[in-house]
């Protein structure tokens, strides 16, 4: 293949035949420049079909994760309730788009891979499992070493690398209450102090609490229940232990549902759900967004934050409450 000027393009002959042709000049920058350019830059090589484990650690600090054929993935340890399922799989797309930017010479001590910050397992429902190890470079040149799933010393720019570096809190669910509000018998709620006790009888709401209120309205009570009905927050990093810092000692609002018992919704169609949800508690607004709260819930660890709207659905709720 000869080079000519770029206006003439370039003479191109196959060897099995006579004929010369004259192509686009930049098909050459297409070609391989080096021999590394050959080689699989992804660092899981294998595909991520069949993936039904993971188990990840980090300087001691270990997660894992298994899929369940009926349930989809679960994180095991620690065990954490509801997973969530699009993270996980945004997980495992992104250790898939991984790609090394070099191949360095040398072994596995000499970039810190004996003894990596980051060691990610993967077992598959065939063949033997893959290992990958992640170990940043204190060297300039914003690179992190790492082994390919095949053993292939290679480095990877730090910015690429940024989705190997996780904890479990990635795989909470955002979901803090979840139920029908069909099937809801009783509200309990603490607002501003105040206790609140609605109860369903014959499908008409009404208010027990406080005994001197009345409730004028059926569409104040519907107004919580969708609210409430469906509350997604995120998860605070690294929360404090003294919740009076997120107001949570003594909450603005605590929210409460009682539903129908099982043996009651059993002739509905669903499956059946707890006798109670909650309670959820909501305190203080968070500093870096007014329209946030910062929020508890029961049965989940952690401190989280949810929508202002949530507070301000209650107050406009109770406002149609009168004086008996």
């Excluded at 192509?23 to 069949?50: C, K, N, Y």
């Excluded at 989809?72 to 509801?82: S, V």
Aim: hydrophobic share 40%; proline share 6%.
């Amino acid at each position: 293949m000869d080079e000519v000027d770029e206006n003439a393009g370039l003479f191109v002959k196959r060897e099995d035949r006579g004929a010369v042709m004259l192509i686009d000049p930049h098909l050459v920058t297409l070609l391989p420049q080096t021999p590394s350019a050959f080689r699989e830059r992804r660092l899981l090589t294998r595909a991520a079909t069949g993936l039904v484990r993971v188990r990840y650690n980090r300087n001691g600090e270990e997660f894992l994760l298994q899929e369940d054929p009926a349930e989809g993935w679960m994180l095991l340890y620690p065990k954490l309730a509801d997973t969530d399922q699009v993270a996980v799989s945004q997980f495992i797309s992104n250790l898939k788009q991984v790609e090394c930017a070099y191949f360095p010479d040398g072994g596995l001590a000499d970039y810190g891979l004996d003894d990596p910050e980051v060691t990610i397992t993967l077992e598959f429902s065939e063949g033997d499992p893959a290992v990958i190890c992640v170990q940043p470079l204190d060297e300039p040149g914003n690179l992190v070493a790492a082994t390919q799933d095949n053993g292939t010393i290679v480095q990877i720019f730090d910015n690429y690398a940024a989705p190997l570096f996780v904890d479990s809190g990635l795989f909470r669910s955002p979901q803090l209450l979840s139920f029908d509000d069909s099937w809801a018998g009783e509200i309990s709620l603490v607002f501003e102090g105040i206790p609140y006790l609605f109860e369903k009888v014959d499908s008409i709401w009404v208010l027990r609490k406080p005994e001197k209120m009345q409730l004028t309205s059926q569409s104040d009570v519907k107004s919580l229940l969708k609210a409430f009905r469906n509350v997604q927050g995120g998860a605070v990093t690294e929360p404090s232990q003294d919740l009076a810092e997120y107001g949570l000692d003594v909450p603005l609002l605590v929210f409460e549902v009682g539903l129908e018992q099982p043996e009651h919704a059993a002739a509905r169609e669903g499956a059946e759900q707890d006798a109670r949800t909650g309670p959820l508690r909501i305190g203080a607004v968070t500093p870096e967004n007014s329209q946030r709260r910062y929020a508890a819930v029961a049965g989940r660890d952690g401190v989280f934050h949810v929508r202002q709207e949530l507070v301000e659905v209650v107050r406009e709720s109770l406002k149609g409450l009168q004086k008996r």
